[in-house]
């Protein structure tokens, strides 16, 4: 089974402009989480959807979205960029939501924004 | 408020040594991974790991929930180990995954 992807695989963008990034979960997974990975530090959540509903938001701003579409596949956008917004966006599937005892996740290779 | 913390921050070893890498959570936990970042930014996941030991090759990992924490050990080391290792912890008080701030580790030939 192909693992998750996403894409695009690198971006370069400007201040103030809006970025998509997508994320195809697992065969079967239904989860898809969105984490942020600062260069030295580890991920911070961002959001975590499952069955197309939000399920858990982390701590930023409304600049930053997602959805999660039927077919499992999620966006996550972000609107007037900051040059904070640099970083590696990291997706992850996983088959159930958390609390469930099945929410082992698994990670993509994340989309590397580079804001200008 | 909860935290993961990951000890040592900086590990430097030979290649064929081993090592143990610790992870303290202060709250307790639905389910705990390790994970390895490679130089690329790929997180691989290593071991899912509430509780008990696992074993996978040269690598196991014990989690110890009443004492909150975990060990990932790695016996004799390759090159290709090097990397940082994560720990992430899912709370039972509001099923978030907590990030520690990972272990560098550095295996020379």
């Known amino acids: 089974d192909a693992g998750v992807t996403q894409s695009p695989t690198h971006l370069i963008k400007t201040r103030g402009q809006q970025v998509t990034l997508r994320c195809s979960p697992i065969?079967?997974?239904?989860?898809v989480s969105w984490y942020q990975q600062v260069l030295g530090q580890g991920p911070q959540f961002i959001f975590q959807y499952y069955e197309k509903e939000e399920r858990g938001r982390g701590n930023f701003p409304d600049r930053f979205s997602a959805r999660q579409f039927p077919n499992y596949s999620s966006e996550l956008n972000v609107n007037a960029l900051l040059l904070g917004d640099s970083a590696l966006y990291l997706c992850a599937s996983s088959r159930r939501p958390p609390g469930t005892g099945d929410y082992e996740q698994y990670f993509g290779p994340g989309t590397r924004l580079t804001v200008t | 408020g909860i935290q993961v913390e990951q000890s040592p921050p900086d590990l430097i070893l030979q290649e064929g040594a081993n090592s143990t890498l610790r992870c303290n959570f202060s709250d307790s936990v639905n389910n705990l991974q390790w994970f390895h970042q490679n130089p690329w930014g790929q997180l691989i996941n290593l071991f899912y790991i509430p509780s008990g030991t696992k074993q996978n090759g040269r690598l196991s990992a014990t989690t110890v929930a009443t004492e909150r924490y975990s060990l990932l050990y790695i016996s004799s080391s390759q090159t290709t180990d090097s990397g940082v290792y994560f720990c992430a912890a899912e709370m039972n008080s509001n099923y978030q995954l907590i990030w520690g701030a990972g272990t560098k580790l550095i295996i020379k030939p």
């Open positions: 065969s079967g997974h239904k989860s």
